[in-house]
T-cell receptor, first 113, second 113 residues
Framework: EAQVTQNPRYLITVTGKKLTVTCSQNMNHEYMSWYRQDPGLGLRQIYYSMNVEVTDKGDVPEGYKVSRKEKRNFPLILESPSPNQTSLYFC????????????FGEGSRLTVL | DQQVKQNSPSLSVQEGRISILNCDYTNSMFDYFLWYKKYPAEGPTFLISISSIKDKNEDGRFTVFLNKSAKHLSLHIVPSQPGDSAVYFCAASTSGGSYIPTFGRGTSLIVHP
């Protein structure tokens, strides 16, 4: 089954404790991206990757890091989480075709205390 | 500055009636438009799209209309069903190698039985 898998789905952590949210896709997609969803703000892009070893900042990259060492994986790293990073996070991938159609994971709800 | 705007945060409709969700954009370079649907506790899923060379695309109960001169698109759901209750995101992208859609903030549709 074609899918985008994120882990963990739910996490409560404390300020400053480094964490990683993993994302993996099995569709051989070149493009992957991370979004956060906040009430009233919709989906805001954090980082994206056009291919292996190619990553770029989205609209709200501050406080986040990513890496793309393999095509299928695109982890999101919070080196020193803060309460303003409490949010619902989505990973997405696309095979492109110049249309922007994305396949989303089920989301990771992160709470930073 | 929002390039894709969904000015109605919420919409309430009676079952069986038409739901019309609106979306405006400012970037004239956008040439592909998508609607995503999101249920609580799930990731967004692709619903329907339209290329700028068309002014209408229909898929079952869902029809998207594009008015390029007004930089406006709308999603019509006829007839509306309670299972259509979800958040709908409008997104726009440019072709020519760009995989990066820009999202609106979403409209929460509630269909009452």
């Amino acid at each position: 089954e074609a899918q985008v898998t994120q882990n963990p789905r739910y996490l409560i952590t404390v300020t400053g404790k480094k964490l990683t949210v993993t994302c993996s896709q099995n569709m051989n997609h070149e493009y992957m991206s991370w979004y956060r969803q906040d009430p009233g703000l919709g989906l805001r892009q954090i980082y994206y990757s056009m291919n292996v070893e190619v990553t770029d900042k989205g609209d709200v990259p501050e406080g986040y890091k990513v890496s793309r060492k393999e095509k299928r994986n695109f982890p999101l790293i919070l080196e020193s989480p803060s309460p303003n990073q409490t949010s619902l996070y989505f990973c997405a991938s696309s095979g492109g075709a110049d249309t922007g159609e994305l396949f989303f994971g089920e989301g990771s709800r992160l709470t930073v205390l | 500055d929002q390039q894709v705007k969904q000015n109605s945060p919420s919409l309430s409709v009676q079952e069986g009636r038409i739901s019309i969700l609106n979306c405006d954009y400012t970037n004239s370079m956008f040439d592909y438009f998508l609607w995503y649907k999101k249920y609580p506790a799930e990731g967004p899923t692709f619903l329907i799209s339209i290329s700028s060379i068309k002014d209408k695309n229909e898929d079952g109960r869902f029809t998207v209309f594009l008015n390029k001169s007004a930089k406006h698109l709308s999603l019509h759901i006829v007839p509306s069903q309670p299972g259509d209750s979800a958040v709908y995101f409008c997104a726009a992208s440019t072709s020519g190698g760009s995989y990066i859609p820009t999202f609106g903030r979403g409209t929460s549709l509630i269909v009452h039985p």
